[in-house]
T-cell receptor, first 114, second 116 residues
Framework: KAGVTQTPRYLIKTRGQQVTLSCSPISGHRSVSWYQQTPGQGLQFLFEYFSETQRNKGNFPGRFSGRQFSNSRSEMNVSTLELGDSALYLC?????????????FGPGTRLLVL | DQQVKQNSPSLSVQEGRISILNCDYTNSMFDYFLWYKKYPAEGPTFLISISSIKDKNEDGRFTVFLNKSAKHLSLHIVPSQPGDSAVYFCAAKANAGGTSYGKLTFGQGTILTVHP
């Protein structure tokens, strides 16, 4: 099975712009979660989607949003970019949305905000 | 409030010896724990997991131990190999009436270096 794929892998934007990142989960997986990794804050949960519904959301401002499509692919959007949004954005998928489901991560999208 | 803590930022071991990585947690609602290995600028790779109903899970060279009363888990790698050099994260999931779906809480990571 192919793993989780994320596009693009690298992105450079300027402050005030908006960005959309894409994630394709492992085939058959219906749950997609997003995480942000920064040197200062580590790996932090953004949100999780299951069957096109947001099931859970982390402590991030409303500038961070996401959605999931009927084929389970997911996108996350960050509007009005700030320098502090520079990070590695990771997507993870699992087959169900249960508690004891292992999440498998994609390679990430490295976002640099100038 | 850091609910998952890896108190050792780094660990250095000799090839062939045992590596022991530790993780402590504070949230008693956590009941599923995972270990991931990560290289810079890559996504975490799943290694092994353990449910709170168990105290040990083994997969090849990797064994995870869970001590619920102490809210402590550890990852043992035996024997350690230079290719194991990476950052190791422990992560936890809570069962809070289904409201914690998909949310992993991560520790800050431990850099493991295995010397030949």
């Amino acid at each position: 099975k192919a793993g989780v794929t994320q596009t693009p892998r690298y992105l450079i934007k300027t402050r005030g712009q908006q960005v959309t990142l894409s994630c394709s989960p492992i085939s058959g997986h219906r749950s997609v979660s997003w995480y942000q990794q920064t040197p200062g804050q580590g790996l932090q949960f953004l949100f999780e989607y299951f069957s096109e519904t947001q099931r859970n959301k982390g402590n991030f401002p409303g500038r961070f949003s996401g959605r999931q499509f009927s084929n389970s692919r997911s996108e996350m959007n960050v509007s009005t970019l700030e320098l502090g949004d520079s990070a590695l954005y990771l997507c993870a998928s699992s087959s169900l949305a249960g508690v004891q489901e292992t999440q498998y991560f994609g390679p990430g999208t490295r976002l640099l905000v100038l | 409030d850091q609910q998952v803590k890896q108190n050792s930022p780094s660990l250095s071991v000799q090839e062939g010896r045992i590596s022991i990585l530790n993780c402590d947690y504070t949230n008693s609602m956590f009941d599923y724990f995972l270990w991931y290995k990560k290289y810079p600028a890559e996504g975490p790779t799943f290694l092994i997991s353990i449910s709170s109903i168990k105290d040990k899970n083994e997969d090849g060279r990797f064994t995870v131990f869970l001590n619920k009363s102490a809210k402590h888990l550890s990852l043992h790698i035996v024997p350690s190999q230079p290719g194991d050099s990476a950052v190791y994260f422990c992560a936890a999931k809570a069962n809070a009436g289904g409201t914690s779906y998909g949310k992993l809480t991560f520790g800050q990571g431990t850099i493991l270096t295995v010397h030949p």
